[in-house]
Structure formats: structure tokens, C-alpha cells
């Protein structure tokens, strides 16, 4: 339910924040039929799972333009929802009734980068694919990988504390990010964009906006640590019979790959059946065996015949004790990709596909894949698999105990999504593991906060939310329960 201590915009509103900004970085449109307003796009989420009624998307260019815009919301109560590059997966970046969104796409330079430490300073909005693009004839590379690469933001992704596909090797963004400049709601700048690897002076207090899904201020300024781009790169994909023999191959690829090991990633042969039905072919894949678990390894070196020797070693013993049925290396730039598309481009296919549901649940490895098979039995059970639940396909980071289970469902039939939430959030709990790995809690898991965390953590994340944020207009109705 809206909350009534928020403003309705009115058009007083709107001419005031055209005082801001110019027209061109105003969208403005009262028309409420999703079908022709040109607020769509930014009220609607990736997975068309999240859909807002916002008339309201503001366009900053600057850091002082997203202060006088939150002061002013402050000061009149309303509601604000930062946006990144909208390709969040928990309806975070999208407004739940009219709140304003606040984008930051036109945030977009890089401010300077320094190629002895590697340390970037770059305005929130630049896409995480155009800051590895800059780095790299420096010799530098990102540490951070998702498919939503070419449209996430620098902002977002520290927004929400992403993972991805080279967490493994290089830690979360806790430990990558240095500094930022946040905006706070009444409109106060925080300078804390350091460029400092070490700095131990009081809190730390860069790290409660990372993964805070904009409900504490708006980032408008990250400094991050982009290590050295590794001049040997391998990939090779294995067939496996079973799960067990994903997490043999994963220890052995521990065991011989050791520190050139980047990432180790899965799917399943319902992912691979579906990629190939919507976006690749038969003849694409690389692999003939017909296995029930496919997976794919990353090495990142610094001499190619030193990490070939170790792979060759590592495929040979996995052949040998008969763990893999199959494998493939990548010979070059071109096969590189053309096997990475096989894992990433899963959930693209899905969505292709329909309405789909996603989920990244973190557990103990051993049962990642439990999950997916006790949800395909609980449906089965009901008569509901294939009729409700398509596509029920089980994928993601082995490296991180971190498992991507996505479903297509009927459109917008929220009641499908509430039960199959439920099942996997209950799963989860029950299994000591985390009902967010990667993509937050957003509006779509905040009413199972309360079971994740103590009543002692609930009650200081609301007290640190009611300090920072006491008329509560960041991103309201997320994340922290009870605050509203
Ligand atoms: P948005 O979606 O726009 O916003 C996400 C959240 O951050 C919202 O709560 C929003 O309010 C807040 N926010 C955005 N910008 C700011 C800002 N400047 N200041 C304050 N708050 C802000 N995620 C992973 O972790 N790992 C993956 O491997 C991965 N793969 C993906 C693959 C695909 C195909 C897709 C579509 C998504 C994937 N994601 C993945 C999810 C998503 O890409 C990440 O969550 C990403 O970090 C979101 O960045 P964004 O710029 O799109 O942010």
C-alpha cells in the first residue's frame, strides 16, 4: 500500500526540478496506460516481473544537480528511486506507485584513472563493459563480470553489492571498491571517493552504501581497484553425468589449477536445451555428450604455456578417473566467447522464453542442485510443472556456492510468483543459506527479512535507515522492514 506521508507530484514539482535540469533530462508523462507512456521503460524491470506507475524520471548531469534534487524531495517528501541501468533482478531500481526515479545515465565520465595502482575514479553511471573497454589497452581489467555487462552501471553494481563471474578471483566489492561519492536524501554531499588501498581512520563508512540498493543515498562517484589484465586467458568446458561430478572436478580444478583458477561455473542440461532452443543451435555446441551438468572453467594467468601445461593436466585427470564424459578448450579470442555465451546468456534465453522468475540462493555446495530437483518434484507432485512452471533450469557460480534457479511463469500472475518464492525462500532458510547471493533483497524478498536476520540486526539496520534517511524517501518500501 502507497504510504500516505509522500507527496503527490504535483506540477509545481516538476517546474521546479525543470529549474535544474534541462528538458532534454526530463521525462514527464501522466499517462497511465503502460502500453503508450514514455515512462515505461523506466517504471519496468528486465524481467518484466516489477512494474511501477512513476510520471516522473529525472536525468542528472552532475553531482550537484542530484543534491538539489534530493533536497528538495526531502524537504517536500517525495519519494525517490535511484536507477542504474535498470537490469536489477529484485525490482529495486523500479518504483512500486508514483515515486520519482532519479537516473543516472547521463552520469557517465570516467573522472581519472591511475595506471600505476590501476585505481579508477568514474561517475556512477558509467556501464561496467565502457570502464573495462577504457581500462584495457591500459593493460587493466575490471574486477567484476556479469552478462548485464553492457547495460549495468558502475553505481548499481556497487548498489548492490555485485557478484558475477570473476567474484571467485577477485572478492566482492567490498574489498575492490575504495572510495565513493554519495549523495545523502537531504541533499549533503559525502566526499568519501579514496583512492587509498589502506586507510583505517574510524568507520568504514564507504562499505553501508555498498549493497544498500539506494536506500540510504544516491552514489554518484566510485573509485575502484582494477587489476592488471591477465595476458593468458583459458576456458574450457566439461560435460559431467552428475552434480556430484561437478563438485569432483571443482576440488580437482582447486587442487591443479590453484591460483590461475578465475572461475568455475555450471548449468544444467535443461539450460543448454533451452539456450539452444531460442537463441543458438545444435551444431553451435561444442560438446557431443549428452550429460545431465555441463561446466566451465576460467584460468587467468601471466604465461600461457605455464597455465597450458596445468590445464592439460587437469583435463587429462579428470578423463582418466572418468569425473568428465567430455571437454572442450577454447583455442582462441573467438571460441573464448563463443563458449561463455553457453552459461551467460541463460538468463536472456529464459526471458526470451516468457515471464520469467529468478532467484540466486547462496548454500553449501553440496546442495546447490537439491534445491532445483526438490522444486521440480514439489510441482510435479501438484500437477503444476510444465503447466505453470516451464523451464525450471538450475545454473550459476560453483566457486560461490551460489545457485541461479529461474522458472517461466504465467504473466504478471503474482500468486505463482508469491508460492514459488515461498518454496525456495523456506528451502533456503531451512538449509542455513542466504536468499540473496548477489542481486538483493529489493521490494521482491523484503517480507522474508525478518527470518533471515536477528531481531538485533533488524533493529540496527532500521536505526541506521531512520539516521541517514529520517522522512524515509530513498527507495521506500525496500529492503529494511518496518521503517515506514
Ligand atoms: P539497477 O538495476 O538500475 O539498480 C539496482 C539497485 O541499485 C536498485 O535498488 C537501485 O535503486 C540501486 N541503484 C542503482 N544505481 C544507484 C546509484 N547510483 N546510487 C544508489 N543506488 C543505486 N548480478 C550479479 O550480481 N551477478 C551476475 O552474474 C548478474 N548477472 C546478470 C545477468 C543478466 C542478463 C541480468 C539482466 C542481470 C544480472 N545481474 C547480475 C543483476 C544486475 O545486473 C546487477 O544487480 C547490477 O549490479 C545492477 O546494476 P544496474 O546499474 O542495472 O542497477
Known amino acids: ?241 552428475s552434480f556430484d561430478d561437478v563438485q569432483k572436478a571443482f576440488v580437482m580444478a582447486k587442487e591443479d589449477l590453484s591460483e590461475i583458477l578465475s572461475g568455475f561455473e555450471f548449468w544444467d542440461r535443461e539450460s543448454m536445451e533451452l539456450v539452444k532452443r531460442v537463441m543458438l543451435t545444435d551444431k553451435d555446441f561444442p560438446i557431443e555428450a549428452n550429460t545431465k551438468f555441463y ?36 583455442q582462441d579470442e573467438k571460441q573464448t566467447t563463443a563458449l561463455w555465451q553457453w552459461r551467460e546468456r541463460i538468463p536472456e534465453a529464459i526471458v526470451q522464453s516468457g515471464t520469467a522468475m529468478t532467484y540466486d540462493v547462496a548454500m553449501d555446495v553440496q546442495l546447490l542442485y537439491k534445491l532445483v530437483e526438490d522444486v521440480k518434484q514439489h510441482y510435479s507432485e501438484r500437477g503444476l510443472l510444465d503447466k505453470v512452471y516451464k523451464n525450471v533450469i538450475g545454473f550459476g557460480h560453483v566457486g560461490d556456492g551460489n545457485l541461479h534457479i529461474m522458472a517461466n511463469i504465467p504473466d504478471h500472475d503474482y500468486s505463482v510468483q508469491k508460492d514459488m518464492d515461498k518454496f525456495v525462500y523456506d528451502w533456503t532458510i531451512k538449509h542455513n543459506g542466504s536468499i540473496t ?5 529489493g521490494v521482491a524478498k523484503v517480507n522474508y527479512m525478518t527470518r533471515c536476520k536477528t531481531d538485533v540486526q533488524i533493529r540496527l539496520m532500521q536505526s541506521i535507515k531512520n539516521a541517514i534517511d529520517p522522512n524515509g524517501i530513498m527507495n521506500p518500501y525496500k529492503v529494511v522492514p518496518g521503517v515506514l
Open 1 to 241: 500500500k502507497r504510504s500516505d506521508k509522500f507527496k503527490q507530484l504535483e506540477q509545481s514539482d516538476v517546474d521546479y526540478f525543470r529549474t535544474v535540469l534541462t528538458s532534454n533530462n526530463i521525462v514527464h508523462d501522466e499517462t497511465s496506460n503502460p502500453e503508450n507512456s514514455t515512462m515505461t521503460p523506466y517504471n519496468t524491470d528486465f524481467f518484466n516481473l516489477h512494474r511501477g506507475a512513476s510520471k516522473l524520471c529525472l536525468f542528472p548531469t552532475e553531482t550537484s544537480q542530484v543534491s538539489k534534487i534530493l533536497k528538495y524531495c526531502n524537504d517536500q517528501k517525495l519519494a525517490v528511486v535511484p536507477q542504474g541501468g535498470n537490469t536489477g533482478v529484485s525490482g529495486g531500481q523500479n518504483p512500486l506507485f508514483d515515486e520519482i526515479i532519479v537516473n543516472m545515465s547521463k552520469m557517465n565520465k570516467i573522472r581519472s584513472f591511475n595506471d600505476i595502482s590501476g585505481i579508477a575514479v568514474v561517475d556512477a553511471g558509467v556501464v561496467l563493459e565502457s570502464l573495462d573497454n577504457y581500462v584495457a589497452p591500459l593493460g587493466y581489467t575490471v574486477p567484476l563480470d556479469l552478462g548485464a555487462k553492457g547495460s549495468c552501471q558502475l553505481g548499481g553494481n556497487v548498489s548492490t553489492n555485485a557478484g558475477g563471474l570473476r567474484l571467485m578471483k577477485f572478492g566482492s566489492l567490498h574489498g575492490s571498491v575504495l572510495g565513493l561519492e554519495v549523495v545523502l536524501p537531504d541533499g549533503t554531499v559525502m566526499d568519501n571517493l579514496s583512492t587509498l588501498r589502506k586507510d583505517n581512520t574510524g568507520y568504514d563508512l564507504k562499505q553501508l552504501f555498498i549493497g544498500a540498493e539506494g536506500t540510504l543515498g544516491l552514489i554518484t562517484g566510485v573509485s575502484i581497484m582494477t587489476p592488471r589484465k591477465p595476458t593468458s586467458v583459458n576456458i574450457a568446458m566439461l560435460a559431467l553425468e
Open 295 to 330: 561446466a566451465l572453467l576460467e584460468t587467468q594467468g601471466s604465461r600461457q604455456e605455464h597455465d597450458q601445461e596445468k590445464i592439460d593436466t587437469y583435463l587429462t585427470r579428470l578423463m582418466e578417473t572418468n569425473v568428465a564424459q567430455d571437454g572442450v578448450m577454447a
Open 437 to 441: 547471493a548477489e542481486h538483493g533483497i
